[in-house]
């Protein structure tokens, strides 16, 4: 298993370059490596100071720095 699918993942963006549809489809990856929460801005916009804050608020934890999902998931490919 991931490492990082037991990890509350946030996503968000700030709306240019096909924001809604990159979000569509991180979420799909994430998925299919079964994260099992992820936490998106409305519309899959979230600047930085707002994910900041919902990072502390939800108390997201982060994976140790050298586990990164190159190095613990050797499925997870993104198109």
């Known amino acids: 298993m991931c490492v990082w699918s037991w990890l509350s993942q946030v996503l968000g963006g700030d709306g240019r370059y096909f924001n809604k549809e990159a979000a569509q489809i ?13 936490i998106v801005g409305k519309d899959a916009l979230l600047c ?32």
């Open 48 to 79: 930085t100071p707002a994910a900041s804050a919902v990072i502390r608020a939800q108390k997201v934890r982060a994976p140790a720095p050298h586990t990164t999902p190159s190095a613990c998931c050797s499925e997870l490919s993104l198109v």
């Open 26 to 38: 991180i979420l799909k990856l994430a998925a299919g490596n079964g994260v099992k929460k992820m």
